[in-house]
Every structure is written in C-alpha cells, then in structure tokens.
C-alpha cells in the first residue's frame, strides 16, 4: 500500500477533506503570526562559507525547534497520513500552504534529504512498523536524515556500490565508505544502499538498509571544498551492525528501492512532501544581477546590460521549462525521463550564471575588500561554478537520460552487464575518494 | 506549442498544416523562390477563409479566435508557417487587423479591414527603421506631422514585409514626442519602394521611403502623438508570432535531423549511436522545450495584459532568437556537406530561423530590453 499516493488521490483512509481554500486561511493566519519575514536571499548562494560550525549548530538547531513549532500547529507532513501524525491532505493542501510560506522562514535544512527522498521512500517501502517509529519523529523535527548513496569509486554509477552487507543471524554487518551527504555531521538517520550478493549482476545484489549515524563503527569525515565549504561529508563504515527489522524492501531487490529513492530526490520542490516557498524553489534570483552590475559601477554600460538580460532570460526560461515539462509529465503526455531535460538546462544555465556574475565583477572579481558588497565572493563562486552541472546528477548523465530514454537512440555500451558484479573490472582508483 | 490544445485549437492547427502541406510543399517553394511576391494571391485569399486574419480580431468586426486567447491560437497559425517554411506576410496582415479593429471604425478603415479578413488585401506593416534603436517605439525617427487639416509623413522604414504586394501601408511614426499610427495607401505621392534581399526563399522586403507624402488627418488610427501603447503592444504580438514560427523552424529541423541520425551509418553504426552526437541532441531537445515554454508563456501574457507580458515577449525574442538559429544550425553540422546545399530541404527551416532572428530586435538588443526591464521594476 502507497500511502503516499493514497494521499494524493485523496481516498485513503486518511484523506479527512478539508477545504484548500480554508486551509490556506489558516496556514496564512498561523504564519503571520509565527514565522519571521526573511529576506529570500539567505536560502541563496551555494554552499557560502559565512558559518561558523556553533553558527551552524545553532541554526540546525533553531529549524528542528521551528519543525516542531509546524508540527503542534497541525502544518508539518501535510501528505503524510494520520496515522504516522501527519496531517492526511492532498497535494493541493501543501502547495497553498507553500504559497503562503512565501517571505517567511523555514526548516531549510530538514527538507532535502528528509522530506525527500528519505521519508518518501520510507513510506512507500517501509514495514508498518518503521513507519511508526520514524515518520513521527521525523515531523516533529527529532530525526534528520540523510542518503548514503553515492561512493567514492562510483561518480555516475549508482548501482556499482561497493559498500557490503553480510548477513550474520538476525542482523547485517555493513563495510564501506559512502560521499556527498549533505550535513551527515549533524544529522541522525541515513537511508544506506549497500551490497548484499556479488555473484549476480550489478543492479540484482543491492539492498537497502536504515541506521543512525551516530553509532561505533561509523566515522564521519566533513570534506573541505575548494570554496571552504564543509558542509559534504564522507562516512567510513567499519563492521557497522545493523538489525534486519531495519532493511527496507526484500534482500537483493534494493534497487527497485534505489530507482524511487532517486525517482523522490529528484521530485524535490515538486514533492508533496516537501515544505517550501512556492516563489523561492524556481528563481535563480538573476534580480540580484542588477544590483552586481550596479556595484561594479555598470548599470549604463551595454554589454553589462546585455549580461543581466541574459541572467534574467535564463532566469525565466528556467521557470516556464520546469513549468512545461511538470505539466506535461503530470498529465501522462511526454514520459517521466523528460524531466531530464528542464535538469539539463538548470544544470547549463547555472553554470552559465556564474559566469555571468563573474564577468560583472571585472577586477573585483579576483580581489575584493568587504566594502564590495555583492560583488564579494563572485570570484570563488565562479571556482564552484561547475557543482550546478555536477550534483543531484551530472548534465552528462541528463544528456545521456535525453538521448537514450526520451529521442531512443542507442544505449551506450556498459561493461558490467549480465556479469557477476564479483566480475566487473574496477579501475586502480577504485575505493580512493575522488575516483 | 503547448502539449494540451483544446479541440478548436487543434482543428484550427491541422487544418492549416494540411493546406500548406498541399498548398505548398518544399519542390513548390523552390518554385517560388523567383517569384515576385513569393506566393500566389489565391494561395493568400483561401489561407484567409481558414482564419489566417482573423484571429486577432473580435467576433463583432469580424473575426474571432478559436479559444478566447487571441493571441495564443495566432501562435499555433505561426507555429506551422514555420513547420512548412511557409509564405505569405501572416505577421504584417495580423498585427493591421488587430489594429485597425482595435479602434473605433471609420468608413475608410473598415473596407480595408473587411478586405485584410477576406485574405483579397494585404497590408504591410512599416515599422522598424535601420539606424540603431530603430526597433523599439521609442526610437522611431519617421516624422508624421500635422500641417492644417493634413498629415505629413517624411522618413523611411525598413525591412518592410510585402510591401509591393499591399494595398495600404500601416505606418508607426513619431509626432513630436508622441507617436502616431498612419494607414497609407500605397498609390499616394511620394511614397517610393526598392526591393531588398533576404536570407528567406519566399519572404520579400523593402525599403519604403515616405517624402513628405500627405494625407488627411482622419487617415490616422486613433488618436495622433497619442500611439506609444498600440505600437507597443503591435510589437509584443510581432516577436511573439516571430518566436512561435522560428520554434516550428526549429522542430521540423529537429525531427529531420533525429531522423537522418538514426539513418545514417558511419563506420558501420547510426550517427545516433555516437555519444558526442546524443549529448548535442539531448541539447537541442532542450533548447527546444525551453522555446516552446517560453514562446507559449509570453502568447499567454499578453493575451491576458498580465504585469510581466513585456518581460516575457523580451525573454521570448532573446532566448527563440538565439537557439532558434542555434539549433538548426546544429542541425546542418549533423547533416555535414548536404546540409548546406540547395537540394537538401533543411536550409528552408535555417533561413526562417535566421531571419525572424533580425526582424523585431536582435537576442542582444532584447537582452538589453530586459536589463531594462528588470531595472525598472526594481526602481
């Protein structure tokens, strides 16, 4: 049973109707009353390295308080059925409840990965019993999640993981490294895709798992960026135990987990899980490169001009795209690997807008004093220039979705197919971290 | 064009792609690629009984759109022109008649706006001029003066679209620091024409320059110096038909290119088994979709004169303007040699992609419009 999808067709058991439009009443009463007003533009930038680590403690901190204040107010999983202390209403519920969150603070952090994919994919594949013991938690603010996912051997190949599960009685021994999880450090749960059977091929061998990552046996390392971000981390798993009651979905078929793990991480704003500002989820913000061209002293200058034109254009076709392929996907018209596509094009136009950015700082760029004002910091967001056309999936592997699932060309040839993965080659890089 | 059209919307769309696809096939437009006006008249005249002016008109002078979205049911007309390479001044003949029904009637306006909707006459838009800011309303130096009881029009205006085959010219020009709309015909003195090339097969345009040409003042359409509105919102409705033609360019390219990848072998395998050649395909869908979003996004805004309809129709010509061309270009290095020879069909969607690209603002003057824009709403 997808108690998920019950709540958006709205005739579970848990679909208590309550009119959208009284509901959003009430979310913009309560809001008003309880949220601050914030300036959009501190969800923005990525990955800036203004906090300090008590900074960021404290902010985590601060949004699991504000999780909870949703949660006593009845706003906190609005989709999730009642029974595991969500609300039980639609998808139209939380998108009015977005709307009217627009301006206002929010639990940024508790969104992505916990919302989704983590808590979707507990409730589409978890046993009754792991829902009630993890999605009450998870509403009230008390667990964040995270996905152990990607590995350090692996870039694009998700299904070549090579972190192991040996099962031993009642329970699993996991050995491995796992990379790329957002905020593992102040986090409590993961969802963990290991390897469960190496004598059958790649994607046959997997299962998914659940375990808190404070623990013995599971050491957390925070990776610097080049920016001096380090908000990525990298966790070595050494003999990590885990109870067979916290498997999720059956021995060996993790993957038909791991395609709807990745199928809700990349539904993100369009989750109905997710709690989040309907005007901020969109906007690249490009209006901030009016004030860029203003700092640098440009606002006359045409070829200034042409570059914030050029930011806004990219802006809003970004938008109507995403709008386009939504709809289109939502009413079975093109198939659901054409959201590869408005993927691709954020990915290029991100990249592009830093650029841009870049470009309207001229010399400051290189060099600046904080009296630059936005004009700080543009030089190394151009160093990260490339982590929009990298994370939550390359543009190659979008370029890839589109040619081969959406226009059916060829399928590129892989070498660790119908094999035993035991079989397939790995690199000498294999296991290193940046491999 | 939208995945979704209501049942008249896609009427409307099928029974147009069926009578260019019969009327005027790719052998015909090389046919036509010497004619004069670059189309038949008949061709023009039975197109008109299909809507092909209509639209933009309301049912009591006339007209009438299919869905109440004028403008977006234009676009599905200008979608397929560009589909088919087609000709005949769709963009000229539909901005006149939306203008010429948009205020109150005078006998001699509304002959010639029965004659625009019955498709027997055409009436050319003269609108840009060729000195820089001569696309935007507000950089028109064309003079439209009132002297006595008459108008006088001096200055001059090009590239305008089928003008030796109009009957009236509608004429966008400046009063003093207003501007004013003219309808011209086109036998009065003073008004002279030469024809100039073009990048398209069938498109012709001229250079008509206007010396001291007079004519009474009730030949104006509203009110004189009191214009810059209509001619801005003419101009929305222009890049929009533009982009909606170019993103029917860009995908028939598109779909003969797909075709031609999986076709053709090289070194024993289809071109669209070589991953280099797949990512720039998934590119080009995307460009694609993103001209497709945009340009139905900006039909729909000015449609229904939403707040940001002037950024949209902007984001539109600048974003459909550069990949339109973009694309099928891509689409030409995909085919190789053939693809830049006469006998191939795929320079018929580059030349309309390329031209509709100069007409109504270039990507970077509409770049600079939106820079504008932004700064406007932020101040």
Same mark, same amino acid.
């Given at each position: 049973m997808n108690s998920t999808r019950d709540a958006e067709d709205g005739d579970g058991e848990d679909g208590d109707r309550q009119d959208t439009a009284g509901f959003a009443a009430r979310a913009r009463t309560w809001i008003e009353a309880n949220l601050r007003r914030v300036d959009p533009s501190v969800y923005e930038g990525a990955f800036r390295t203004d906090l300090t680590e008590e900074e960021e403690l404290a902010e985590v901190a601060q949004e699991r308080q504000l999780q909870k204040r949703l949660h006593d107010a009845g706003f906190a999983g609005i989709c999730v059925p009642r029974c595991y202390g969500g609300q =039980? &209403?639609? /998808?139209? #519920?939380?998108?009015? +409840? %977005?709307? *009217?969150? %627009?301006? #206002?603070? +929010? /639990? *940024?952090?508790?969104q992505s990965p916990t919302m989704a994919p983590c808590l979707a994919v507990l409730l589409e594949f978890g046993t009754e019993e792991q829902k009630r013991t993890h999605v009450p938690p998870i509403l009230r603010g008390e667990e964040l999640w995270m996905q152990l996912l990607s590995e350090p051997g692996g870039g694009s190949d998700v299904a070549g993981v090579l972190t192991s599960a040996a099962r031993d009685g009642d329970q699993w021994v996991l050995n491995g490294s796992k990379i790329w999880t957002t905020g593992a450090w102040w986090s409590d749960w993961a969802l963990c895709l290991a390897r469960t059977n190496w004598d059958v091929p790649k994607h046959r061998g997997l299962t998914v798992f659940i375990l808190p990552l404070r623990q013995p046996g599971l050491e957390i390392h925070r990776i610097e960026m080049l920016n001096g971000s380090k908000e990525f981390c990298q966790e070595f798993l050494t003999d990590v135990v885990v109870p067979d009651s916290d498997r999720i979905g059956d021995i060996d078929e993790g993957w038909t987990v791991g395609v709807r793990w990745m199928f809700h991480e990349r539904m993100l704003y369009e989750s109905p899980l997710v709690t989040f500002p309907?005007? &901020?989820s969109r906007s690249f913000a490009s209006s901030s490169y009016t004030n860029l061209a203003r700092a640098a002293g440009r606002q006359e200058d045409p070829s200034a001009q042409e570059l914030v034109g050029e930011a806004r254009m990219l802006d809003v076709v970004n938008e109507r795209l995403h709008e386009r392929m939504s709809r289109g996907i939502a009413a079975g018209l093109v198939n659901d690997q054409a959201a590869a596509? /408005?993927? &691709? +094009? @954020?990915?290029?136009?991100a990249v592009r807008l830093r650029t841009i950015a870049f470009e309207l700082a001229g010399m400051t760029g290189g060099a600046w004093t904080p009296d630059d004002g936005p004009l700080c910091d543009c030089g190394v967001d151009f160093l990260m220039r490339q982590t929009g056309s990298i994370g939550g999936g390359t543009t190659e592997m979008a370029r890839n979705v589109i040619s081969e699932r959406v226009l059916g060309m060829p399928r590129e040839r892989s070498a660790d197919r119908d094999i035993p993965f035991r079989q397939v080659r790995r690199g000498p890089s294999a296991g290193r971290r940046h491999g | 064009m939208r995945f979704q059209l209501t049942e008249d919307q896609q009427s409307l769309r099928e029974t147009t792609a069926k009578y260019l696809s019969d009327a005027v096939p790719v052998g015909h437009l090389r046919k036509l690629r010497q004619h004069p006006a670059g189309y038949e008249e008949e061709y023009w005249r039975q197109g008109a009984e299909l809507g092909w002016t209509s639209l933009l008109v309301p049912e009591e002078r006339g007209g009438g759109s299919v869905s109440g979205n004028a403008l977006v049911d234009a676009t599905l007309l200008a979608h397929e022109f560009g589909r088919h390479a087609a000709p005949g001044p769709l963009l000229s003949c539909n901005i006149a008649a939306s203008v010429l029904a948009g205020e109150a009637p005078t006998t001699r306006h509304a002959v010639v706006l029965d004659e625009l909707l019955s498709g027997s006459q055409v009436v050319s838009w003269c609108f840009t001029e060729g000195h820089p800011g001569g696309h935007r309303p507000e950089g028109l130096t064309l003079a439209i003066d009132v002297e006595g009881d008459e108008l006088v029009l001096h200055g001059t205006k090009r590239p305008v679209e089928a003008a030796a085959q109009a009957g009236h010219l509608l004429v966008s020009g400046r009063s003093g620091d207003g501007l004013t709309q003219v309808l011209v015909p086109v036998d009065t003195p003073g008004v002279s024409m030469e024809l100039m090339e073009t990048v398209d097969l069938t498109r012709r345009y001229w250079v008509v320059r206007f010396d001291r040409v007079r004519l009474p003042v009730d030949a104006a359409i509203g009110q004189v110096g009191g214009a810059a509105r209509q001619v801005e919102h003419q101009l929305q409705l222009g890049v929009v038909l533009l982009a909606a033609e170019t993103v029917g360019a860009m995908e028939r390219g598109f779909d003969m290119t797909l075709e031609w990848a999986f076709d053709r072998y090289t070194f024993g395998r289809p071109l669209a088994s070589y991953q280099e050649l797949k990512h720039r395909f998934a590119d080009m869908k995307t460009w694609l979709e993103a001209s497709h979003a945009v340009t139905d996004a900006a039909a729909a805004a000015v449609? =229904?004169?939403? @707040? %940001?309809?002037?950024? &949209?129709?902007?984001?539109? =010509? *600048? +974003?459909v303007g550069q990949y339109g061309a973009e694309l099928v270009q891509d689409c030409v290095q995909m085919h190789g040699g053939i693809g830049v020879t006469y006998e191939h069909d795929l320079h018929l969607f580059l030349r309309r992609a390329t031209l509709n690209r100069t007409l109504l603002g270039t990507p970077a003057l509409h770049r600079r419009r939106i820079a504008e824009l932004v700064a406007e709403a932020e101040s």
């Open positions: =039980g &209403l639609t /998808p139209a #519920h939380q998108r009015a +409840f %977005n709307e *009217a969150l %627009n301006g #206002h603070e +929010f /639990p *940024a952090r508790i309907a005007g &901020l596509i /408005p993927r &691709l +094009f @954020k990915g290029v136009a | 449609d =229904g004169a939403e @707040k %940001n309809a002037a950024e &949209l129709v902007s984001v539109a =010509g *600048a +974003f």
